[in-house]
């Protein structure tokens, strides 16, 4: 009798609540820019900050609009609307919320190609990279559905009829932080675990990529998650700080840099709020002179060069046995000759825009520092005009391959977040591994070797969160994701992500007559 009361009162929310819904969803770029990008309790709310920062498109420099950040008023209301929804959101079976993050990862089948899209304005990565991104996002929202209604705890037998039980139940308002480089992954990958747990979330995604995380909060609101349940407000620094000390908000995820991600532990660590971190990297991969060249060439290149080499878990510091050096350095320089870079729209482009010209500067200036070093470039690491009239404003870099490095080299040592591979020969295993650790960083690590018992050896020896053997940063959101050392804290990903949005309650029942020694 119970359940079907509560089942009338959820299907008669939901009717109330779908009848103000009516396509909501927007995935054109001039609809887009011409609302607010806040989005509060279902609805684009215009920010009363002060600051003005530009939307622009990556692939050809151009400013396609403009946006103000968030105030602590606009956070306010974000967090306030994110409470409300909390209070129903979390009543509801796993089994409920599962089916409407099923509808979310549907919604965004459906409109895959045009999502896409957004996220090559944003980020200027290629549209082939693009479509796996938002892909993942649907693959992602799939997968915490089915695990939604799996938020279990513990049956604990005790001593003359006595049990306890455990309750794992949700945190309540919890805030997103994204990165620039994987915008609306990363907001799924931190909404779909928080969301499927019983929670609500207020994102803030980064300044320099505000489109796709409003995307998908439309995306959520068209699915017919309550409003409220996942919030967008916009903002840089500041705003990210009103959201981290507001009193109501239990827990924070960031994905970021180690400076960004100390100053928010510290934050939260005045309110003794849970945060999970996912940080930055210096992985290394490691070659064996048993391993296929050719998978080695493709890993490579998979753990360098994918989105402008502007992804945290690259395996920059590629380690190959001397005896296959010269080997694989021809080949890999030839295959990264061939890369074509342009425009991130056409079919053909493997290598887009790089994210700003600031960052464009700065690889550029770390290939430098390797040539002053003493390492020799072999291909790459420049600026690149593009002949296109409406690209000539874009900012395109070409993918660099350095070899006769060292492990002292600045350029080596320091995450570069650029399209920059070092290689570095190496003699045997109980080196290779010494010199991979010798980091401070420990987000991932590669192996390539057709031996089965090296490649295990290598696994535990490498102080890493996450390894590949024989390929290189897949990351199926089946399996968790998080670094090791200062490359972060907590998981992404996997039935772990679950445990971080979550807290355990203890009940302990007695069987029989108090026992008071008193």
């Not at 946006?67 to 129903?88: F, H, P």
């Not at 990264?336 to 342009?342: E, F, R, S, Y």
């Not at 994210?355 to 700065?362: G, P």
């Not at 998080?482 to 039935?495: C, D, I, V």
């Amino acid at each position: 009798m119970l359940r079907l009361s509560s089942a009338k009162f959820v299907f008669s929310f939901f009717r109330q609540f779908q009848r103000n819904v009516q396509k909501f969803l927007h995935t054109d770029l001039k609809s887009i820019v011409s609302r607010p990008l806040n989005l509060i309790h279902g609805e684009k709310a215009v920010s009363t900050g002060e600051k003005v920062l530009n939307i622009t498109e990556k692939a050809t420099g151009n400013v396609v609009g403009q946006w103000k950040t968030a105030s602590e008023a606009d956070v306010a209301r974000a967090v306030e609307s994110s409470q409300s929804a909390y209070a129903v959101w979390s009543q509801l079976s796993g089994s409920e919320r599962g089916r409407c993050l099923t509808q979310a990862g549907q919604v965004i089948r459906k409109h895959l190609e045009e999502i896409s899209r957004v996220e090559v304005h944003d980020t200027g990565k290629s549209i082939m990279e693009a479509r796996l991104d938002v892909l993942s996002v649907a693959e992602s929202l799939e997968y915490f559905a089915g695990l939604a209604s799996n938020v279990n705890g513990d049956l604990i037998p005790l001593a003359r009829g006595s049990f306890a039980y455990t309750r794992r139940e949700p945190l309540g308002v919890c805030v997103g932080i994204g990165a620039w480089n994987f915008p609306i992954q990363i907001a799924a990958w931190k909404s779909a675990p928080c969301l499927a747990a019983g929670n609500a979330m207020v994102f803030k995604p980064s300044p320099l990529t505000p489109l796709s995380a409003v995307v998908l909060g439309d995306v959520y609101v068209e699915a017919g998650l309550p409003r409220g349940v996942f919030n967008v407000v916009q903002g840089d620094g500041p705003t990210g700080e009103h959201l981290i000390d507001h009193p109501d908000v239990a827990k924070v995820s960031f994905t970021g840099s180690i400076p960004t991600g100390q100053r928010i532990m510290a934050q939260c660590a005045k309110g003794i709020k849970k945060v999970t971190l996912e940080l930055g990297g210096k992985s290394p991969l490691i070659i064996f002179d048993d391993a296929s060249l050719d998978d080695a060439v493709n890993g490579a290149l998979l753990a360098n060069f994918m989105s402008q080499g502007q992804v945290c878990s690259n395996g920059t510091r590629v380690f190959v046995h001397r005896s296959v050096l010269t080997a694989f350095l021809d080949a890999v320089v030839a295959r990264v000759n061939k890369l074509p870079i342009g425009d991130p729209m056409n079919e053909a482009t493997r290598v887009g825009a790089t994210i700003s010209e600031e960052h464009a500067q700065k690889v550029v200036a770390y290939v430098d520092s390797a040539r002053a070093e003493g390492a020799r470039v072999l291909c790459g690491g420049e600026r690149v005009a593009m002949k296109e009239k409406r690209l000539r404003n874009g900012v395109y870099v070409s993918p660099c391959v350095i070899s006769e490095s060292k492990d002292t080299m600045r350029f080596v040592r320091e995450e570069i977040f650029g399209a920059v591979m070092a290689v570095l020969p190496f003699d045997t295993e109980d080196e290779v591994v010494r010199r991979a650790n010798g980091t401070s960083f420990g987000l991932s690590a590669g192996v390539f070797t057709r031996d089965v018992q090296r490649a295990h050896r290598m696994a535990a020896a490498l102080q890493a969160g996450n390894v590949w053997i024989n390929n290189y940063n897949l990351v199926p959101p089946e399996i968790p994701f998080g670094g090791y050392k200062m490359s972060g804290l907590g998981r992404e990903n996997g039935r772990t992500a679950l445990e971080h949005y979550t807290q355990i309650k203890t009940v302990y029942v007695e069987g029989g007559k108090v026992d008071c020694p008193l």
